[in-house]
């Protein structure tokens, strides 16, 4: 197996009803991994990109909360609408979203 370039991980943390914390669970997550999945499959990137589906990942107020390395940058709130922009133009354009990003008093 390659080294992925990119290695993205989306938070799947799921939280019992009336948690104090919330979850990206609780916030649509499921949509977003899903919709990674698909654009993966769609742009046949295996060798360059990784996607991991993850615990909690610290910020689950600003969720569903998408982490990204090497650069190590944070989206978030991310909807499944925002994910090709974060394949195009930083998964596989090397230029991170800025206007999709946590605020940097978040991350
Ligand atoms: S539950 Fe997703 S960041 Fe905490």
């Known amino acids: ?47 360059k990109v990784a996607i991991t589906a993850t615990g909690c990942i610290g910020p689950c107020g600003s969720g569903p909360n998408v982490l990204v390395y090497p650069e190590g940058v944070m989206y978030g709130p991310v909807t499944k609408a925002d994910v090709a922009a974060i394949f195009d133009e930083h998964l596989l354009g090397d230029a991170p979203v800025e206007r999709l990003k946590v605020p940097a008093d978040v991350w």
């Open 1 to 47: 197996m390659p080294r992925p370039e990119k290695h993205v991980f989306v938070c799947s943390q799921a939280r019992p009803p009336g948690h104090p914390r919330g979850s990206c669970a609780d916030r649509g997550c499921r949509d977003v991994l899903d919709e990674f999945y698909f654009q993966f499959q769609q742009r046949q990137c295996f060798d």
